[in-house]
């Protein structure tokens, strides 16, 4: 089991750019595949991007070409940098990790939240027109 702790939230106008982080402590970081989840008000949980132990990554097509998912193992630390920035971006963004989860899986089983186990309490990202 892992704690994970998210922070780089806050507001932006549209075209803007922001940096999440998430701290991960408890286990091994580097055996854990990692992502970030969104979710606006009453909508579901998304899949934003994820991130395996050799660091192949997939993105949302919503995101694809405007966010970049990176890791870094010496900082125990994940990242999201979002540029570009659009009001449909807004939400509360989620770290989440799974260990010995791959990439391939996720290809084919799909890019769900139920495929990881250890959840941050989330971020707010507001972005306005």
């Known amino acids: 089991q892992v704690q994970l702790v998210e922070s780089g939230g806050g507001s932006v106008q549209a075209g803007g750019s922001l940096r999440l982080s998430c701290a991960v402590s408890?286990?091994?970081?580097?055996?854990?595949?990692m992502a970030w989840f969104r979710q606006a008000p009453g909508k579901e949980r998304e899949g934003v991007a994820t991130?395996?132990?050799?660091?192949?990554?997939i993105y949302s097509g919503s995101v694809k070409g405007r966010f970049t998912i990176s890791r870094d193992n010496a900082k125990n630390t994940l990242y999201l940098q979002m540029n570009n920035l659009k009001p449909e971006d807004t939400a509360m963004y989620y770290c989440a990790a799974q260990r010995f989860l791959s990439i391939t899986t996720i290809l084919f089983e799909g890019f769900h939240e139920t495929r990881f186990g250890n959840w941050g309490q989330g971020t707010q990202v507001t972005v306005s027109s």
């Open positions: 408890g286990d091994t970081y580097s055996t854990y595949s």
């Open positions: 991130i395996d132990t050799a660091s192949s990554t």
